[in-house]
């Protein structure tokens, strides 16, 4: 599994997680988190959002066109990998949103543990 911090306006948010086939993904808010949603269609309300495919919002944040050749060429990333792609340009992105990879020694903070099979 593969994880990602997700920042609003440098503050934590949340996590964004990818299970170990890539499948799915899962972005938890941090159970402390009371500042602005990450997205409009993804309110603080639901603390939990989860999807079968790369998350729509996150999928938008992603360089296309000569910036998306590059990035891949550059980085030696997969064009499908779009979870390596959003953290490679995570630093730079349009907006208030910045992402960060999480490791395994991180605290999870409350938010419950992701393996892709738990859907509901």
């Not at 390596?84 to 020694?105: C, M, P, R």
Request: proline residues 5%; aromatic residues 12%; glycine residues 10%.
């Amino acid at each position: 599994m593969r994880k990602a911090k997700v920042f609003v306006s440098d503050k934590e948010a949340g996590v964004l997680y990818e299970s170990e086939l890539g499948k799915s993904y899962r972005f938890s808010y941090l159970a402390n988190y009371a500042g602005l949603p990450v997205s409009l269609t993804m309110p603080t309300s639901q603390r939990i959002y989860e999807f079968n495919t790369f998350p729509p919002f996150f999928d938008g944040l992603l360089p296309e066109g000569y910036q998306l050749e590059g990035l891949l060429k550059t980085g030696k990333i997969d064009r499908n990998d779009m979870f390596s792609q959003l953290l490679a340009v995570g630093d730079d992105l349009v907006g208030n949103v910045t992402i960060k990879e999480a490791f395994d020694h991180d605290s999870n903070d409350g938010i419950r543990p992701f393996n892709g099979e738990d859907q509901s």
